[in-house]
């Protein structure tokens, strides 16, 4: 199973992104994705998830603001991120757990600042 995650970059608060994370090595649909984001010196802490059925869950910080999608034909999970503040700069992963392992992409860097 491979994650690669990709779509990171600078913008200005207020702003939007959206982060993909395309997956092999598996039949997608049977599982759900996530988002989780890090900051040097903090915890990895979970942004959203969408199960494969397509429920959707997001932590309250982002809640209104990013919106968690995936497109199982395309073997590709995607976080829009919109409203973009400072504090959501931090690395973003994307996650897929299989029978407990978790896999993941090599993060993607999202950069808020005026």
């Known amino acids: 199973v491979q994650l690669q995650a990709s779509g990171g970059g600078s913008v200005q608060p207020g702003g939007s992104l959206r982060l993909s994370c395309e997956v092999s090595g598996l039949s997608l649909r049977y599982y759900a994705i996530a988002w989780y984001r890090q900051v040097p010196g903090k915890e990895r802490e979970g942004v959203s998830c969408?199960?494969?059925?397509?429920?959707?869950d997001y932590a309250d910080s982002v809640k209104g603001r990013f919106a968690i999608s995936r497109d199982n034909s395309k073997y590709m999970g995607y976080l829009d991120m919109n409203g973009l503040k400072p504090e959501d700069t931090a690395v973003y992963f994307c996650?897929?757990?299989?029978?407990?392992?978790?896999?993941w992409g090599q993060g993607t860097l999202v950069t808020v600042s005026s």
């Open positions: 996650n897929i757990d299989v029978d407990s392992r978790p896999y």
């Open positions: 969408i199960s494969g059925a397509g429920t959707t």
